[in-house]
Every structure is written in structure tokens, then in C-alpha cells.
């Protein structure tokens, strides 16, 4: 007798497309957030999964703060041309010129917060009920209290303490109107694990992720890529390195690393010896001890 058997990746796999499957069943306009970055290519692609051979039922929803890399922007109108998908964007741009939100100015000033703003507005305008997340539990302890689904209130915030249980894997979509959920299928995925499937299943990927020499600068431990929008202090000094990035988000706030890494499986090798987290350079998580909870209280990924 022959038995079954699943690998831990097989696991994973399992596993999110039977949390976005319940999100299909239990939501009537829900979508994909999407950063152009690995996590939520994984999400795409395990969607595409979940529901072949129909085409993916979930728009893709992209907050553009106009401080994205190139790179990220080429690759994501590549990305959802060639899956023919459905793109929402929402300009942070746009929200400024609103009046919505307040620019922060001066050295080190990011749009990443008002990418909140952005973020609920758009939610409301095409009416989502439920924004699927490329979220992960290893990323950050705030993340780390995370439930599959996560319930939102009219505001868009988090709490905590309002989230509800989810024994053997039993799902609550209900919600109140106003209310929305976000909902993470990664939740139990490592980063290696992201990059092992991501070789497995032969993903495209930003080439922001494979080493390249790209002019940087350091503050405070992290290398930033010179870019127009992102000032320099005047004791700051540019150079070019070889570097690659680890997670793709606003470019003032997102720090590179030094790297040889030029393909898959030297990704993997680099991850698996790494002792610094994911989001180590990321600044937008250094302002407090407790940033991203904070963001996340006020409605942010």
C-alpha cells in the first residue's frame, strides 16, 4: 500500500490555497494586495493556482506612493499582462494632491505612512470587503499576532485584541458593515521558504532581488539607493556597490544589502546563513519599538 505523503512546501501550498478558497467562498468583492515584491507574487501565483483553469477572480490592487523603484513598476505592468489579470491602483500622488494627508519634509521623509490613507480610500471606492495580504508571522512581532483573517473596523484599524479565534482552521468572514477583513495565507511561510517555492515553481521575480551594482549611500547601519526624491545629508558620501534588496517596497524606505547573490539558489544559500531579519533595513520599522504595530493600528498592510 502506497502512501500519501506531502513535502513541508507541498504543506505550505495546501495550506494558503485552502485560506484563499475560503476567501472566495466567504467574501463578495475581495482582492489582492500586491507590492511587486516576492511574497505577493507567491500570493498571485498561488491564487492562480486555487482557481485554475478559471482566470484569477481577484483584482490586484497596487498603492503606488510615486517613490517606487523603477524596476518594480516595469515588472509589475509586465506581471499582470502576462497573467491577465485585473490592476487596481491607488496613487499616494493623488492623495496628497487631495489635501488628504500631511507630507512629511526634510531629511529622511517618507511617503510610506500615507500609503494608509491611500490604502482604505481605495478599499472604500471599489467597495472590498476582504484584501488578501502577503503578510508573514516571521517578519515582525507585530505581524506575529496576526490571525489568517483579520478583521478591520469602518476605519480601517487593527486591533489586536478584537481578532477572533480560529481553531482547526474554522474561518469567521462576518463582519458588520463598514467593516473589512485582511486576510495572510502566507501567515505560516518563511522567507526561505518564499524563495524556495519561488525556484520550485519557476516564478518570475524583480531583478531588484539579484545582486547589481547600484550607486548607495549609509544612515544608520542601512544602505539606501540614491534616488531624486530620497536627499542626501551633507556629511552623506555615495558610492557604487554590488547589492541586491530583500524586500521591495518604497524606495526611502527600503534598504539594500551587500550581495553576490545572481540567481535562486544563491538566494537560498545567502537567506539560510543570514542572521539579520528580513525587515532589518527596513527604516520605516525603526522609528519606535513598536512602528509597524502602530501603522497597522491605523489601517496599514
Same mark, same amino acid.
Given at each position: 500500500?502506497? =502512501?500519501?505523503? *506531502?513535502?513541508? *512546501?507541498?504543506?505550505?501550498?495546501?495550506?494558503?490555497?485552502?485560506?484563499?478558497?475560503?476567501?472566495?467562498?466567504?467574501?463578495?468583492?475581495?482582492?489582492?494586495?500586491?507590492?511587486?515584491?516576492?511574497?505577493?507574487?507567491?500570493?498571485?501565483?498561488?491564487?492562480?493556482?486555487?482557481?485554475?483553469?478559471?482566470?484569477?477572480?481577484?483584482?490586484?490592487?497596487?498603492?503606488? #506612493?510615486?517613490?517606487? /523603484?523603477?524596476?518594480?513598476?516595469?515588472?509589475?505592468?509586465?506581471?499582470?499582462?502576462?497573467?491577465?489579470?485585473?490592476?487596481? %491602483?491607488?496613487? %499616494?500622488? =493623488?492623495?496628497?494632491?487631495?489635501?488628504?494627508?500631511?507630507?512629511?519634509?526634510?531629511?529622511?521623509?517618507?511617503?510610506?505612512?500615507?500609503?494608509?490613507?491611500?490604502? *482604505?480610500? #481605495?478599499?472604500?471606492?471599489?467597495?472590498?470587503?476582504?484584501?488578501?495580504?502577503?503578510?508573514?508571522?516571521?517578519? =515582525?512581532?507585530?505581524?506575529?499576532?496576526?490571525?489568517? /483573517?483579520?478583521?478591520?473596523?469602518?476605519?480601517?484599524?487593527?486591533?489586536?485584541?478584537?481578532?477572533?479565534?480560529?481553531?482547526?482552521?474554522?474561518?469567521?468572514?462576518?463582519?458588520?458593515?463598514?467593516?473589512?477583513?485582511?486576510?495572510?495565507?502566507?501567515?505560516?511561510?518563511?522567507?526561505?521558504?518564499?524563495?524556495?517555492?519561488?525556484?520550485? =515553481?519557476?516564478?518570475?521575480?524583480?531583478?531588484?532581488?539579484?545582486?547589481?551594482?547600484?550607486?548607495?549611500?549609509?544612515?544608520?547601519?542601512?544602505?539606501?539607493?540614491? #534616488?531624486? /526624491?530620497?536627499?542626501?545629508?551633507?556629511?552623506?558620501?555615495?558610492?557604487?556597490?554590488?547589492?541586491? /534588496?530583500?524586500?521591495?517596497?518604497?524606495?526611502?524606505?527600503?534598504?539594500?544589502?551587500?550581495?553576490?547573490?545572481?540567481?535562486?539558489?544563491?538566494?537560498?544559500?545567502?537567506?539560510?546563513?543570514?542572521?539579520? #531579519?528580513?525587515?532589518?533595513?527596513?527604516?520605516?520599522?525603526?522609528?519606535?519599538?513598536?512602528?509597524?504595530?502602530?501603522?497597522?493600528?491605523?489601517?496599514?498592510?
Amino acid at each position: 500500500m502506497n =502512501e500519501y505523503t *506531502l513535502n513541508y *512546501l507541498d504543506e505550505l501550498e495546501s495550506e494558503a490555497i485552502f485560506v484563499i478558497r475560503e476567501v472566495a467562498a466567504q467574501f463578495k468583492y475581495p482582492a489582492l494586495l500586491f507590492s511587486g515584491g516576492k511574497d505577493s507574487l507567491v500570493m498571485l501565483y498561488l491564487a492562480k493556482k486555487a482557481t485554475h483553469p478559471a482566470p484569477i477572480p481577484f483584482p490586484v490592487l497596487h498603492i503606488d #506612493t510615486g517613490h517606487n /523603484f523603477p524596476e518594480t513598476i516595469e515588472f509589475r505592468d509586465w506581471l499582470i499582462g502576462h497573467l491577465e489579470a485585473k490592476l487596481i %491602483v491607488g496613487s %499616494v500622488e =493623488e492623495t496628497i494632491k487631495q489635501g488628504k494627508a500631511n507630507v512629511e519634509t526634510g531629511i529622511g521623509a517618507s511617503r510610506n505612512r500615507i500609503q494608509t490613507i491611500t490604502l *482604505l480610500d #481605495t478599499i472604500r471606492e471599489h467597495g472590498i470587503d476582504c484584501a488578501m495580504g502577503g503578510g508573514r508571522r516571521d517578519e =515582525e512581532k507585530s505581524r506575529a499576532k496576526e490571525r489568517y /483573517f483579520s478583521l478591520r473596523d469602518p476605519m480601517g484599524r487593527w486591533n489586536p485584541h478584537q481578532q477572533r479565534p480560529e481553531l482547526w482552521n474554522l474561518f469567521n468572514g462576518k463582519k458588520h458593515p463598514g467593516e473589512h477583513f485582511r486576510v495572510f495565507p502566507l501567515s505560516n511561510w518563511t522567507e526561505l521558504d518564499i524563495w524556495q517555492y519561488i525556484k520550485r =515553481e519557476s516564478i518570475p521575480f524583480p531583478s531588484l532581488y539579484l545582486a547589481h551594482q547600484r550607486e548607495v549611500f549609509e544612515r544608520d547601519g542601512v544602505l539606501y539607493a540614491k #534616488t531624486p /526624491f530620497f536627499p542626501m545629508k551633507p556629511n552623506e558620501i555615495s558610492n557604487v556597490r554590488t547589492v541586491r /534588496f530583500r524586500t521591495v517596497g518604497d524606495a526611502t524606505c527600503t534598504g539594500a544589502i551587500e550581495s553576490t547573490a545572481s540567481n535562486v539558489d544563491e538566494i537560498i544559500a545567502e537567506v539560510a546563513n543570514l542572521r539579520i #531579519t528580513e525587515r532589518g533595513g527596513r527604516a520605516d520599522d525603526k522609528r519606535s519599538e513598536a512602528a509597524m504595530e502602530e501603522r497597522k493600528t491605523e489601517g496599514y498592510f
